[in-house]
C-alpha cells in the first residue's frame, strides 16, 4: 500500500490551519444554515460503516457520513460525486474515474483533515473484498476483475464482463485508508465500525450513553456545508413512545411512521405526513438446517395456514401489498403472474400429512417420535404493538394445524448474533430492504450460506444458483428481467421465507422542515439540502 508522499504540502496544510480559521465552503441558493433536526428510529444500529452494517438505520446513518465515486439525484438519475467524471472503454469492460481534488475526510480530533485521494478508493475496494471481511456487499461486486490506481486523482476499474447499469453500482461508498486499525480487512471488532469518518455532509460529533448518535455539519463538505447545523439520531426501543415524542416536540421527524399512528398524526397541522416508496418487504424466514423446515411442504403449509391479508388489514389497516414473492412489487424484477399463496388452513393440515406427519394427543403434529415445535425469535427492537400482534397471530394460526410456535424477543445485538452468526433459531420475523437493481443473491444463492451472511436460512438450489449467476452475465434488460421472472416462480414455489407484504412507508416531520425530498431506501441522500427558516431555528 503506497503511502502519501507530499510531506512539505500536509505541513503547509496544518501551519494554515493553526493560523487562520476554517472557511466554510457555502452552497449558493439563498437558503438559511442553522437550526437542528432530532430524528427517531426504531431500534439502534449494530454498526456505523458502510461495509459491516445490514440494517437500515445503519444505512440512512453512513448515507450521512459517507459518499461513494457515484450517486443519485432526485431523478433517479447517476450522477457524479467524488467522481467529476468518468470515461468508459467501447467493450465496457474498463471504467475510468477522475477524481475530484476538493473532497476531504472528516477531521480527527487534533487534527486537519487529510486530502481524499484515489489510494482510499483502492483501500475500500480490497478491504470490501478481503475474505475475512464479513460484508453483504461483496456479492454485488464479483462482477469485477481488478481495480488499479493510475494517479493520485484517479482509479481505473476492469471488469470481468461488461454489466448492465455498472455506474450505478460504483455509487459504493468509499472509507478512509487511515480510519480502520486493521488495513487488510475490516472486524465488527474494529473502532472504526463504530466511530467512523467519511467524506460525507455530516459527520459523527458524539455518541452519548443513551446511543444517541450526534452530527454535526461537514464545514468542508465539497458539494457545500449542509444547512441544518447538527443531526440527532434518537434510538426507541417503543414505536408509541417514539411517536409521542414527535407529538410533544420532543423530535422534529420520524423516519417510519407506525401504521397505526398515521391518524393521530395526519390530524395535526403541525406536520407533514409524507409517503415513500421503500423497495422493501416482511417475512418469515426459515432456517433449513432444522430437517423439518427443510421440507418444502412443510414450510408451504405454514403459509396457508396464515391469513396474511387479515393480518395486513387489521395491524397495518390494509396500508400495504400482500407479496408472492422475493421481489418488492414496486420492483421491475416482480413477477406479477405468481398469486400468493391462498389463505387455506385445511390444505395446510394435508400438506403437513403428506409430510408424514400425524397430530399427537396433545394436537400437535409429530413425525418419527419428534414434534413439530419450533422457536421463532424476534429482534426487541421489533416489539412493536402492530408486530407483536402479528407474531401471536402467525402463532395462533400454526397452532390450529398443529404446530407448537414458542416466541423469543432478543435484544438487537443477540438477535443478529444468533440468525447470523450461530443461525440458531428455526424461524424469524424480519424486513428486507433493496435497491433498484433487485439483486437476491446475497439471499439466496448458495454461496452466500456462511458466518455473517444474508442466506442465513441456508437455502440451496442449484438451478436457482444458475439463474442468478446467469442474470450477472446479460446484458440485455428485458433477458434479466425473464430470468428474475423465472426465479420469482421458482421461489414463490420453493417458500425459503413466508412471504408477507410491502408496507406503504410514511415518514413524519415538523413542518419548519423544508425542501425535505426523501430517498426511496436511503432515506438521507439528499439532506445536505434541507433547511429550517431562521425564524423556527432553534
Not at 200 to 213: A, D, L, M, V
Request: contains cysteine; neutral net charge; aromatic residues 12%.
Amino acid at each position: 500500500m503506497k503511502k502519501l508522499t507530499q510531506v512539505t504540502c500536509l505541513v503547509l496544510i496544518m501551519s494554515l490551519i493553526l493560523i487562520a480559521p476554517a472557511i466554510a465552503k457555502l452552497k449558493r441558493d439563498g437558503r438559511p444554515n442553522g437550526g437542528m433536526l432530532n430524528y427517531g428510529e426504531y431500534g439502534r444500529p449494530a454498526t456505523l460503516d458502510p461495509i459491516t452494517s445490514n440494517d437500515m438505520i445503519a444505512l440512512r446513518i453512513t448515507e450521512l457520513i459517507f459518499t461513494g465515486l457515484t450517486g443519485i439525484n432526485e431523478r433517479q438519475e447517476i450522477v457524479p460525486d467524488l467522481a467529476e467524471r468518468w470515461e468508459i472503454s467501447e467493450e465496457g469492460r474498463i471504467y475510468t474515474f477522475f477524481l475530484r481534488k476538493d473532497a476531504k475526510w472528516h477531521a480527527k480530533a487534533g487534527a486537519p483533515p487529510k486530502p481524499f485521494t484515489a489510494e482510499d478508493v483502492i483501500f475500500t475496494y480490497n478491504i470490501m473484498m478481503h475474505p475475512k471481511t464479513i460484508t453483504p456487499l461483496k456479492v454485488r461486486y464479483e462482477f469485477i476483475e481488478s481495480a488499479t490506481m493510475v494517479d493520485q486523482y484517479t482509479v481505473q476499474f476492469t471488469l470481468k464482463r461488461p454489466i448492465l447499469n455498472a455506474l450505478g453500482k460504483f455509487s459504493f461508498k468509499v472509507i478512509p485508508q487511515h480510519g480502520p486499525e486493521n488495513p487488510l480487512y475490516l472486524t465488527r471488532e474494529d473502532p472504526f465500525v463504530q466511530h467512523p469518518i467519511g467524506t460525507g455532509p455530516y459527520q459523527i460529533k458524539k455518541i452519548t450513553s443513551e446511543r444517541e448518535i450526534i452530527l454535526v455539519a461537514n464545514e468542508d463538505f465539497y458539494k457545500g456545508r449542509p444547512h441544518i447545523d447538527k443531526l440527532v439520531a434518537k434510538p426507541f426501543a417503543d414505536q408509541n413512545i417514539m411517536t409521542q415524542a414527535l407529538m410533544f416536540n420532543a423530535i422534529d421527524m420520524i423516519v417510519l411512521v407506525n401504521p397505526r399512528d398515521i391518524p393521530e398524526i395526519q390530524g395535526d397541522k403541525r406536520y407533514v405526513l409524507e409517503p415513500y416508496n421503500a423497495l422493501s418487504y416482511s417475512f418469515f424466514g426459515y432456517n433449513l438446517r432444522n430437517e423439518m423446515l427443510a421440507d418444502k411442504q412443510v414450510r408451504k403449509a405454514f403459509t396457508c395456514a396464515v391469513n396474511r391479508q387479515a393480518l395486513l388489514d387489521s395491524f397495518f389497516g390494509g396500508q400495504g401489498t400482500i407479496i408472492s414473492g422475493p421481489f418488492a412489487p414496486g420492483s421491475w424484477a416482480y413477477n406479477l403472474d405468481v398469486q400468493p399463496l391462498p389463505f387455506d388452513p385445511q390444505k395446510a393440515k394435508q400438506m403437513l400429512e403428506a409430510a408424514g406427519f400425524r397430530q399427537g394427543s396433545d394436537g400437535i403434529m409429530e413425525r418419527n417420535g419428534e414434534k413439530l415445535s419450533l422457536v421463532l425469535k424476534v429482534p426487541i427492537e421489533k416489539e412493536s404493538e402492530a408486530v407483536k400482534r402479528v407474531v401471536l397471530a402467525f402463532k395462533n394460526s400454526l397452532r390450529k394445524v398443529g404446530v407448537d410456535i414458542k416466541v423469543e424477543f432478543k435484544e438487537w445485538l443477540a438477535w443478529k448474533e444468533d440468525i447470523f452468526l450461530k443461525h440458531d433459531f428455526d424461524i424469524i420475523f424480519a424486513s428486507w430492504v433493496f435497491d433498484d437493481s433487485a439483486d437476491i443473491s446475497s439471499l439466496f444463492h448458495s454461496s452466500e450460506i456462511g458466518a455473517w451472511k444474508n442466506n442465513f436460512g441456508a437455502y440451496s438450489n442449484p438451478e436457482v444458483d444458475s439463474l442468478i449467476v446467469e442474470s450477472k452475465l446479460t446484458l440485455d434488460h428485458e433477458k434479466r428481467r425473464t430470468i428474475y421472472r423465472r426465479l420469482h416462480a421458482m421461489l414463490s414455489e420453493e417458500n425459503p421465507y413466508t412471504f408477507l407484504w410491502t408496507l406503504t412507508n410514511y415518514a413524519a416531520y415538523h413542518k419548519k422542515l423544508r425542501h425535505v425530498a426523501i430517498h426511496p431506501y436511503k432515506f438521507f441522500s439528499f439532506a445536505d439540502e434541507w433547511f429550517i427558516p431562521e425564524e423556527d431555528q432553534r
